[in-house]
């Protein structure tokens, strides 16, 4: 008996109904890529009903080249985010049961973005000065800062529409345990302002030719409750993360981390576990296509990163047995073809597929939270306090 959660990391499917607070309104990641691209072919995702979810949608927007299937074979539907925020880890805490009331703090993109005080206290700890301090790309600014980075040995900090502080520093000029250990005091105290996440951000290169290396650690805020993972943990149930999640999750609740930085690796952990483990929860995210494709604004690279990804879910159905349920959605959306290069606040897409049994329409969801619920329904577990299971009675 196990459970499979895939998360295509900001793989939207239209803009939320708030959308427009987040200044996101008209934003649809997978509708607009595939329209950009001329057509998207996903023959795995759509016999199992990603083309059926736009038509529950206010709005939506048909995905090019993946209609809807006459006969899905997973269930589908959609989910609508509750918390505040659109980020990675508030996107996966939701998934996980949790619900942010107030949302993580947002540094302004202005210059100086982070307050004097926090950058002069990071920078008493850590020994080293500091360049930067604004919103940017993180490719951006490393070509534009990472000169005089490899002159003066400072840190480059910054931020994004997110909420967080991001540490860039080219490894042979402050090494990883440096770099790592400058993100722990930086994560110590950006705690007071609530701030999601500290990202390590290394990289490698000569000028005009940098390059971000796999060597990324994420450094999330406390969990400000137990989630679904801690509640399987407690029950005994195995738990497994493939991709950046231990970090989201500042590894709680989880037995086994497997720590990858991309989907090819992400997505051949995953085959070898859907061979070799029996039972358990497998939670994987697939970052590709939000930090390589979506913040640079590739549609095109993000439609081939689908294409790559719905060849794995061929491989990945004949091993589900009749036990066992697979979740495929999203933590955000990243519209490639938006302005701007940040998240965007979308519906997410949801397939449920357990095999043997044709799909039913989940409808829309209200909360990433029913997933949690799903799982605890599907382990035997006792309700989560959020939520409602989609597991046919």
């Not at 400072?154 to 540490?167: E, L, M, N, P, R």
């Not at 913040?295 to 491989?315: E, P, W």
Request: hydrophobic share 40%.
């Amino acid at each position: 008996m196990r459970a499979f959660l895939i998360v295509l990391d900001s793989v939207g499917i239209g803009a939320a109904p708030d959308a427009a607070a987040y200044h996101d309104a008209g934003s649809n990641t997978l509708a607009h890529m595939a329209t950009a691209t001329g057509g998207l072919k996903l023959p795995t995702l759509q016999s199992m009903g990603l083309g059926n979810i736009p038509a529950l949608l206010p709005g939506g927007l048909p995905i090019k080249g993946v209609p809807p299937a006459a006969v899905p074979l997973a269930d589908f539907g959609a989910m609508c985010e509750q918390s505040q925020g659109k980020d990675t880890t508030t996107g996966h805490w939701e998934m996980a049961g949790l619900l942010l009331d107030h949302g993580f703090h947002v540094f302004p993109p202005d210059s100086p973005a982070f307050p004097a005080e926090l950058v002069r206290e990071f920078e008493r700890r850590t020994g080293r000065p500091t360049i930067g301090n604004k919103a940017a790309s993180g490719t951006k600014i490393i070509e534009e800062l990472g000169p005089q980075q490899m002159e003066t040995g400072a840190w480059i900090i910054y931020t994004s529409a997110d909420s967080v502080f991001q540490i860039a520093a080219h490894e042979d000029i402050i090494p990883l345990t440096e770099l790592y250990r400058g993100c722990e005091i930086a994560r110590e105290l950006c705690n007071p302002y609530h701030v999601g996440r500290v990202i390590a951000r290394p990289y490698i290169g000569q000028p005009g030719a940098f390059q971000r290396t796999d060597n990324r650690h994420d450094y999330s805020y406390p969990l400000p409750e137990p989630t679904i993972l801690d509640r399987l943990t407690e029950a005994k149930v195995f738990t497994a993360t493939v991709g950046k999640l231990d970090d989201i999750f500042n590894r709680q609740g989880i037995a086994k981390a497997y720590h990858v930085e991309n989907n090819a690796d992400a997505q051949k952990i995953t085959l070898k576990l859907a061979k070799t483990r029996s039972n358990g929860f497998i939670f994987v995210n697939l970052i590709d296509f939000d930090m390589r494709y979506g913040h640079r604004r590739d549609a095109a690279g993000y439609a081939q990163a689908l294409a790559d990804t719905d060849r794995f879910f061929k491989a990945l159905l004949p091993l589900l047995g009749k036990a066992d349920l697979l979740m495929v959605t999203a933590d955000h959306g990243n519209d490639p073809t938006y302005a701007g290069t940040d998240h965007t606040r979308e519906f997410v897409p949801l397939l449920a597929y357990c095999g043997g049994r044709p799909g039913r329409n989940l409808g829309i969801r209200q909360g990433f939270f029913d997933i949690a619920q799903t799982l605890a329904a599907f382990f035997g577990l006792p309700p989560g306090p959020r939520g409602v299971s989609f597991l046919k009675p």
